[in-house]
T-cell receptor
Framework: RKEVEQDPGPFNVPEGATVAFNCTYS??????FFWYRQDCRKEPKLLMS?????NEDGRFTAQLNRASQYISLLIRDSKLSDSATYLC??????????WGAGTKLIIKP | DAMVIQNPRYQVTQFGKPVTLSCSQT?????MYWYQQKSSQAPKLLFH???????NEADTPDNFQSRRPNTSFCFLDIRSPGLGDAAMYLC??????????????FGDGTRLSIL
């Protein structure tokens, strides 16, 4: 089993729709969780950290379920500019970040 | 106001010819990372420095070495690049302390091509 697993997609979603990604992790001792966004041939950029109580940033909502060991990202009112690969990242031991393979999102007009 | 700067953006080298990629940061972060990313894959951690302490991933080939002469700079040396080493190389930094580790900040990456 991979340490961090994501559905690779692609998710083809019409503009304005709501889309949700899930990510599961295997190490129950993991403490920090992040969502990164990566555009084609560019470096990953931090989208948001994920906090235990869940957190929201504009159209983006992140949630953590420790019991089931998954995190989620919800995007509301999707825009064409949201098209990208979304990477789930979990902090392991020794300051190491463990990356999911990413979920590709394509927003269609 | 770039904070993590990688040079060069594009590097072309010959098979077997040593190459060095550089990374500098203005964030004064204590942790620096080197990742290799191939097409449609997640970044793969090669090694990281926590201050001066070097941490090599178990599956990082011996062909890859790193140097961190000071807080601001970190280098990736590929001693004898093979065709399989063609990839994007990403440098990242973060601030780690007693309260945990902050998210990583990435440079723009260096795209390495092998002829």
């Amino acid at each position: 089993r991979k340490e961090v697993e994501q559905d690779p997609g692609p998710f083809n979603v019409p503009e304005g729709a709501t889309v949700a990604f899930n990510c599961t992790y295997s190490n129950s001792a993991s403490q920090s969780f992040f969502w990164y966004r990566q555009d084609c041939r560019k470096e990953p950029k931090l989208l948001m950290s994920v906090y235990s109580s869940g957190n929201e940033d504009g159209r983006f909502t992140a949630q953590l379920n420790r019991a089931s060991q998954y995190i989620s990202l919800l995007i509301r009112d999707s825009k064409l500019s949201d098209s990208a690969t979304y990477l789930c990242v979990v902090m392991g031991s020794n300051y190491q970040l463990i990356w999911g393979a990413g979920t590709k999102l394509i927003i269609k007009p | 106001d770039a904070m993590v700067i990688q040079n060069p953006r594009y590097q072309v080298t010959q098979f077997g010819k040593p190459v060095t990629l550089s990374c500098s940061q203005t964030l004064n972060h204590n942790v620096m990372y080197w990742y290799q990313q191939k097409s449609s894959q997640a970044p793969k951690l090669l090694f990281h420095y926590y201050d001066k302490d070097f941490n090599n991933e178990a599956d990082t080939p011996d062909n890859f070495q790193s140097r961190r002469p000071n807080t601001s700079f970190c280098f990736l040396d590929i001693r004898s690049p093979g065709l399989g080493d063609a990839a994007m190389y990403l440098c990242a930094t973060s601030l780690a302390g007693r309260t945990g580790t902050q998210p990583q900040h990435f440079g723009d990456g260096t795209r390495l091509s092998i002829l």
